[in-house]
């Protein structure tokens, strides 16, 4: 593993216990360029983890709790008009940052979630008639609470489409559990490190880019994806999916995957690799059938499924 990303994480661990797959999950989100979006009960160190983050990067860091009146410039900024003066001045939101938390992203409308649409596809923000282009990096880290359900608003398929991975959070192990606790207790939790900085960021970006995929690798990507739009063709049941996934699916498996082998330490995809991501990259960009539903079967069940039919490279 390169000792840059050893450093970062070892900054993490002193703030976070445990929760490996969320931290990882993060740092290939910058590594790629991606959003991420974490689904789990409350409590596990969601906020936590990308506060330290920050510190640990030297990055800004802005959080906006979700909640039903919520307006979309109290996300991206508003014109404020003057009488005085007779002019319009431009109060920019929240998401001007680098590292932006939409804690409980389904408590809000569908007007409020799509505020989010333009600058995490373009990574530009529009006020008006100006357009303000962000400072890379730029990370939307979101996360819904899975128990809760009332006062909530599912995302829109095109919301999620634009989430490179979707990570589902889970309880600590006991023993991680009683280290948390005697810490929290004892608010003996060390200070988080700047370990890394923009430039070394934009190094580790570059370094990514070397890391190979075969031809053989890129042709199994594309046919898993192709195999949630027309599973019949690769003798799959065809009833439990409504919608497969999107191109977008295909570009963040291939990237995912790659960022993946340079975290193990390889310099070249593996199968493997794309084993590890697949489910995280695919989850939320599955869109199961009403008979699927009814009989309790899950998108991870269905992508579980694509990967044991299709041959390996």
């Known amino acids: 593993m390169n000792s840059k990303i050893t450093q970062l994480k070892i900054e993490l661990s002193k703030a976070v216990i445990g ?12 590594l790629c360029e991606g959003h991420i979006l974490i ?12 506060n330290a ?16 009146d919520l307006l979309p410039s109290d996300i991206i900024g508003a014109e404020i008009y003057n009488p005085k003066e007779h002019s319009f001045s431009i109060k920019k939101g929240a998401v001007f ?38 400072e890379a990096p730029f990370l939307v880290m979101a996360t819904q609470n899975p128990i809760e359900q009332e006062g909530i608003y599912a995302l829109p398929e095109a919301q999620l489409d634009r ?8 309880h600590n192990s006991q023993e991680e559990e009683l280290t948390i606790m005697k810490k929290g207790a ?39 994806i192709t195999a949630t739009r027309e599973p019949e063709k690769f003798n799959l049941d065809s009833e439990n999916i ?38 995280d990259v695919l989850r939320h960009r599955v869109v199961l059938s009403y008979e699927a539903r009814a009989k309790g079967i899950t998108s991870d069940e269905i992508i579980s499924k694509i990967v044991e039919t299709l041959p390996i490279p």
């Open 39 to 50: 689904e789990g009960v409350p409590g596990l160190a969601k906020t936590t983890t990308v």
């Open 186 to 224: 004892s608010k003996s939790f060390e200070s988080v490190n700047n370990v890394i900085n923009k430039e070394d960021l934009k190094e580790l970006q570059k370094e990514l880019e070397h890391i190979h995929i075969d031809d053989a690798i890129e042709r199994y990507i594309v046919k898993l």
């Open 242 to 279: 409504m919608y497969g996934a999107s191109p977008r699916a295909s570009i963040d498996l291939y990237k995912a995957s790659r960022a993946k082998a340079f975290l193990r330490g390889n310099d070249f995809v593996s199968p493997a690799d794309i084993g590890y991501v697949i489910h």
């Open 97 to 134: 940052t680098h590292l932006l938390l939409a804690d409980e992203i389904n408590r809000a409308p569908a007007k409020v979630q799509s505020a989010l649409l333009e600058v995490m596809q373009e990574r530009q923000i529009t006020i008006g008639d100006t357009s303000f282009k962000l």
């Open 53 to 68: 983050l920050s510190q640990a990067l030297g990055l800004d860091f802005k959080r906006i709790q979700f909640t039903p």
């Open 163 to 170: 989430f490179m991975m979707k990570v589902l959070v889970k």
């Open 19 to 30: 929760q490996e797959n969320m931290i990882e999950a993060l740092i290939i989100g910058l």
